[in-house]
């Protein structure tokens, strides 16, 4: 369907016919006006009057040319000539250009073309001439490229396909680049195309064998006996060889996808390596590194490679260009060689940054930890600085003054902790050691460096939970003596009410005395709370329902200035809390909140679950991954400065004004929330607000189920009281029986004993567990109740239970203890019964423990 095509520059575009030129003259124009001027002139000679006919006639002459005129420039049969269009140097340029060129109108007809579009079409004259989509329409490879430059001709666009065309005769055959575009952006020039053919056949032949090229350099860098690889400035591997890919069990297409980065082929900190060259601007840096690569089995390779990066003029390195030498052999057959390969892995893979230093702290070598603690505490290369570097500037002089000690030869210099440089509190040990004589000119000593941070951490939580621990079981043991006091002034209290009426001079300071010890019993409940020794009574609650409960009674505690939000979370998960206790919890906060928001704020109770996988990213200090019930309670107050927000838990710690707070608000918080099994975390900035985060254990219903058993052996048929709490009250609570009442405080003892006497229950008195045992003895066991201090002398309360159930397994027993109740219930043996009242308590309290008990099952 095409002829072959002569590109030789002397073929002649004779063939092409001479459009026809249109051309002026001046002459001509002054012609006809100098006729007109004499025409003019004959007729002002002859007269007016004579001429008047002339003169119309001569009018009407010119009138009806110009009239004319117009009406065929209208119609387009007279133009006015474009001289750019005869312009002999323009037409030349589109008649004999090198690529074929053809314009075609509206409907699809040549309307010119140049001596190049006969020759790449075939044509023989100009008779012959076809638009390009006859041409080509009977060529099925070429047909569909046509197709959519004619729908870009039509629709006024631009289009380039390049197409294949078989030669007639079974040769190669050509390529050709086809181009359509609109003649102009007028209206009337947007109807005409211009296309071009190009043969490009012979490019299309330099790009294969380019491509040939290409393709055999890659085969050959794939196949080589060492392996490559490229990686970006973002760590990215953007190619490896064959034979590395091989070396490292990975699939080569699978790397070609990408998605793996330097990290997953190379072992332990040996990326740090790599990546810590220093940027020089516009220079190529080759560097050698011994190294383990990792394999996808997570076996490690032996390598050294060398690494050339090359940095641009804004020193951002390039692609690298990293040749892999395989060291296996060598750790199989040369011992040399084996020995430098593991003293490599060794130096490398060490927990410790490992460097040389010189007599003035810089680095002469250094190990890939080294390098990488470099990177994170955003120093600037390693190699060549000083060490120094990375201490805070505090404790530099410490690593110094070690360093100096060791180019003197020194030895056994004490570690050195010290803070490190950066923005975050960071601390590491540094351990140096001195070098051989004839070393020290060049390497003066050898630097070895842990880093703390984390150990340090531990340390400090631990010394803070000891400290609060011990700060828990001082106010235990003060809390029980309180106890012991407060239970006998509140019972002398009762005494002096019962004897005297409200008409008395000395009622009201007896009711003054009644109100102080109350409110020395709360004290007290707060510091057993604190030390986590008080009796809970904890029931499975719904935190959306218990905080909706609460909301009136916060609203009105933290003022009309303070804006309460309740967040509830969707589905909360059930917990297992002491529901007056989880109130006081929620109680103090808000009242903390309060007291930092004078001017008023915002307080925010926000409740959510928490998965345990979304608890191990919270990394919260000492809390397990579990699934937890999350209660955030947020203020827009002061906040709580960081020197003091360490000591915020602790009992008696207080920032407000004398008379204005106990210290104990927020150390009875963590006392309940530990207690309970839960967590409690602060965060707080200055000016912007504190936040409490308190985490709650899932309650799971079939852990409940496990449970109730044990449970119920343990309360039996006791009667158990809240701490704190009256009894429901009695019409009657006189009585009969004898009670064996035992307490090591007399003056306590006495005054239950007096007490219980004018209830009418007969009472035997003992002092601690022996001298029960032995009253017991004297009865033969014929007692209907023991009512027991826990903490004794000789013989505790749990003691004393197990002797008298050997001898009388249906005793019944009320232990009274200024502890909790779980104090001292582990140490009793399983399934046994008996009830608990916490001290301090009033006469009617223990005169209705006392009748329950002993009420008939």
């Keep these: 369907m095409t002829a072959e095509f002569d590109r030789d520059a002397s073929r002649e575009p004779a063939s092409l016919p001479e459009p026809p030129r249109r051309s002026g003259s001046i002459v001509l124009v002054l012609l006809v006006a100098g006729a007109l001027v004499a025409v003019a002139v004959a007729l002002m000679t002859i007269g007016k009057a004579q001429a008047q006919p002339y003169i119309l006639g001569l009018l009407a002459l010119l009138a009806m040319l110009g009239l004319f005129n117009l009406f065929a420039f209208a119609a387009g049969i007279i133009r006015f000539a474009d001289r750019s269009a005869d312009d002999p140097v323009m037409s030349r340029i589109a008649d004999h250009a090198f690529d074929g060129l053809a314009v ?79 003649l102009g952006s007028g209206k009337r020039d947007a109807k005409y195309a211009v296309w071009s053919v190009a043969d490009i056949t012979r490019d299309r032949e330099r790009q294969e064998d380019v491509f040939q090229e290409l393709r055999h350099a890659i085969e050959y860098l794939d196949h080589a006996p060492c392996g490559f690889f490229s990686v970006n400035a973002y760590g990215e591997l953007a190619y490896v060889n064959a034979t590395l890919a091989n070396w490292l069990d990975y699939d080569l297409a699978e790397i070609g996808s990408g998605g793996l980065v330097l990290t997953d082929i190379v072992s332990g900190d040996g990326a740090s390596l790599l990546t810590s060259i220093v940027a020089v601007p516009g220079e190529v840096k080759t560097e050698v590194f011994d190294i383990d690569l990792k394999m996808r089995t997570g076996k490690t390779l032996p390598v050294r490679i060398y690494h050339k990066l090359a940095f ?67 120093l600037d290369g390693v190699v060549g600085k000083p060490i120094f570097r990375a201490v805070n500037s505090r404790d530099r002089q410490l690593l110094i003054a070690a360093i100096n000690q060791a180019a003197e030869g020194q030895g056994d210099i004490a ?103 109350t409110r020395a019993a709360t004290l007290v409940r707060q510091l057993l709370a604190f030390s986590r020794r008080q009796t809970l009574r904890p029931q499975v609650l719904d935190l959306g329902d218990a905080l909706s409960d609460l909301r009136i009674l916060l609203q009105r505690l933290i003022g009309e200035k303070v804006k309460l939000d309740l967040v509830h979370g969707r589905d909360l998960w059930p917990v297992k809390a002491d529901v007056s206790q989880f109130e006081q919890v929620i109680v103090n906060l808000a009242v903390n909140a309060r007291d930092a928001m004078p001017d008023g704020g915002r307080l925010t109770i926000k409740t959510a679950n928490v998965t345990a996988e979304e608890a191990a990213q919270l990394a919260h200090k000492g809390m397990p991954a579990a699934d937890y019930v999350r209660i955030d309670i947020s203020d827009t107050g002061t906040g709580i400065p960081a020197d003091i927000r360490e000591k915020i838990f602790e009992p008696f710690f207080t920032t407000k004004e004398v008379g204005k707070g106990t210290g104990l608000g927020l150390s009875t918080v963590y006392g309940i929330i530990k207690q309970t099994g839960g967590f409690v975390y602060v965060d707080s900035e200055e000016g912007k607000g504190t936040i409490f985060h308190i985490f709650l254990p899932r309650h799971q219903a079939e852990q409940e189920a496990q449970a109730e058993p044990h449970a119920e052996a343990s309360s039996g048929n006791g009667a158990v009281r809240e701490q704190g709490g009256a009894p429901k009250p009695r019409t009657d609570l006189t009585g009969q029986g004898t009670i064996l009442l035992v307490e090591d405080e007399e003056g306590l003892r006495s005054l239950n004993a007096r007490g219980l006497r004018s209830r009418g229950y007969s009472v035997i008195e003992a002092s601690n567990g022996i001298e029960a045992m032995e009253a017991l003895d004297e009865k033969n066991g014929d007692v209907d109740l023991v009512v027991s201090d826990v903490v004794m002398p000789e013989m505790d309360g749990p003691t004393l239970l197990k002797a008298m159930r050997e001898r009388n397994p249906n005793v019944k027993i009320i232990f009274v203890s200024g502890y909790a109740e779980d104090a001292f219930e582990k140490s009793l043996p399983e399934n046994q019964q008996f009830a608990f009242l916490p001290k301090p308590f009033t006469l009617s309290q223990l005169v209705a423990a006392v009748k329950e008990t002993m009420a008939p099952q």
């Design 415 to 517: 570690p050195v902790d010290v803070m490190l440089e950066g923005g975050k509190e960071r601390w590491g040990q540094f351990f140096v050691t001195t070098v051989e004589e004839g070393e020290r000119d060049t390497e003066a000593a050898i630097v070895y460096m842990l880093e703390t941070t984390e150990r340090r951490a531990l340390e400090n939580q631990i010394n803070q939970s000891q400290k609060m621990d011990m700060v828990g079981q001082l106010a235990g043991g003060i809390a029980h003596d309180f106890n012991n006091v407060l239970s006998a002034i509140m019972m002398a209290n009762d005494f002096l009410l019962n004897a005297h009426k409200p008409t008395d001079p000395s009622f009201q300071d007896i009711m003054q005395i009644k109100q102080n010890a």
């Design 312 to 378: 641009g003029a804004d020193g951002v390195p390039g692609p690298s260009r990293t040749l892999v030498i395989s060291r296996a052999r060598d750790e199989r057959g040369d011992p040399e060689r084996a020995a430098e390969v593991r003293f490599m892995r060794f130096f490398d893979h060490t927990p410790m940054a490992i460097a040389t230093v010189d007599r003035g702290g810089a680095v002469v070598r250094a190990n890939a930890r080294l390098h990488k603690l470099a990177q994170s505490l955003n």
């Design 104 to 182: 075609t109108d509206s409907r699809g007809h040549v309307v010119y073309f140049n001596a190049a579009y006969l020759a790449l079409t075939g044509a023989t004259s100009a008779q012959d001439v076809r638009p390009v989509e006859r041409v080509f329409i009977g060529d099925p490879d070429v047909s569909e490229a046509v197709f959519r430059l004619l729908k870009a001709a039509r629709e006024g666009k631009r289009q380039q396909e390049e197409v294949r065309v078989a030669s007639p005769d079974g040769g190669h055959g050509r390529w050709l680049r086809m181009r359509v575009r609109p």
